[in-house]
């Protein structure tokens, strides 16, 4: 049985090293102190990435940004829980439920403590740009490239969540083809279900000409893969246009 | 009949292991310096013994004071308020910048396998920046006869990056030196962090402008990118020849 005394922030950098002896026997048994050992590092790196990333709208913002990003993690391991569960033995992998659980939990931990740690470098990106305030005209490439900035700090966070994720599963199973399936099968529901609570849960980043808010008015009304359908039809009808003779 | 007697080797005393050179404590801002660039491995030793917070913060504090002087020495170029400004802009920039930066570098050791605490690491950002610093000082008589003798603004920024450039080399050298000492399996994640603060450091020095030049103000009212800065400062300059 775990004791207090065993289970510290110390364990963090354990889980980012991929030090795949402890790691095993923490999947192996059921910690409920070491699941809010995860829950916290989630709340703490993912809320303060949050923040760095709404601040730049707003302090409000910031506050806003720093509950919603974390909760989406959170949200999406649970709503996926059972699914998760039930896939790993459906796909060659026999995990119990608790330890699919633990083990998305574990990349998730990674992946925040990773975003956690560069939160202070957004903060300095966003310092040295133009203000976003009210009605403010930003430069397309400054808005561009702080998105980039984003995109390619939550990839690489996730990249190497789940490379750790897959040495984890490759340690667990005698089969690594079925621990790719497994991982791919888990990555496929969690992007699913996470594309569209970001979706329900934006804004994140903010805009100029929009109020600061939790969530938009129309957070429940359409969908994030209807937005992206009309996205790519209207692309295509912008194109069509353009090729037609004058 | 030989007889054996039993000798007792419980009793004999064991002479102590001479201490290694690596294991004296390092005490004081001066001491540190000198191992830095004397015994760097000795630091590195020293980072993981007892005494490691005070090592980090001595090296820290010995960085700023470098800087505070190096400082001076650049706002001697335009005089007045950048003799106080420019050094306070220096060291509390590259001080913050190295703050800043650890998180991530912290990270990067433990994705590349580094079995290093927190402070270790500390210690070896510590260990950069006070490099850095002092072999700026050790830049400062040159810089200071160009600060004196020097009309061209872009010039001069110029002289002060190319010596911040290569006291950084050094700096970087030992912090992969460091990486080496703590085991990494990967030294992907330090190169392209050696890159990052670099442009960290380069931003702030233009975040905090003017440090060289003259301003109404202390700080700037616009917001730009290091390059866009250089290139716009570079037009002024070649703008004001034109002109003559």
Known sequence: MDT?????FDQVPVLLRGESVPIAAWVERWSTRRVLLYVSVIFMGAGLYGASMGWWRDPRQALYVAIKFPLIILLTTLGNALLNGMLAPLLGLNLRFTQSLQAILM???????????????????VWNVQPMRPGAQIPVQTYLSIQLTHVTAIAFAGVAANLRLMQLLNRLSSNASAARRVLFSWLAGNLFL??????????????????V?????????GNFYESVYYSIRHLIAIGGAALLPP | MESTAYVDMSSTPVPPRAPSPDDVPIRGLLAGL???????????????????????????????????????VAGTYARGTQLWAAPVKIAGGLVFSALICLPSLYIFACLAG?????????????????????LLVGFAPVALVFSTSTDSLPAMGALH?????????????????????????S?????????????????????????????????PKEKKFFLVHWTDCVKEAVDKETVK
């Open chain 1, 107 to 125: 990349s998730f931990t990674i992946a925040s403590a990773i975003l956690g740690a560069f939160s202070p470098l957004i903060g300095f990106l």
């Open chain 2, 34 to 72: 000198e191992a830095l660039i004397r015994e760097p491995r000795r630091v590195m030793v020293q980072l993981s013994g007892p005494r490691a917070g005070a090592l980090v913060r001595n090296m820290f504090i010995a960085a700023a004071l470098c800087y505070l002087f190096y400082g001076v």
């Open chain 1, 4 to 8: 207090a005394s065993t289970i510290s």
């Open chain 2, 114 to 134: 580094v079995r290093a605490r927190l402070v270790e690491v500390a210690g070896l950002v510590a260990g950069l920046t006070a490099i850095l610093a002092l």
């Open chain 2, 161 to 185: 990056i190319v010596f911040g450039l290569v006291a950084y080399f050094f700096g970087a050298r030992f912090l992969s030196a460091g990486f080496t000492h703590f085991k990494a399996v």
């Open chain 2, 187 to 219: 030294r992907a994640g330090l190169k392209f962090w050696m890159i990052l603060f670099l442009l960290v450091a380069l931003q702030m020095t233009t975040a905090l402008r003017p440090i060289i030049g003259t301003s109404d103000t202390i700080l």
């Open chain 1, 213 to 221: 808010q939790f969530l938009r008015p129309n957070a429940f009304q």
């Open chain 1, 194 to 211: 996470g594309s569209q609570l970001v979706w329900i849960l934006r804004p994140f980043i903010g805009s100029p000409f929009l109020e």
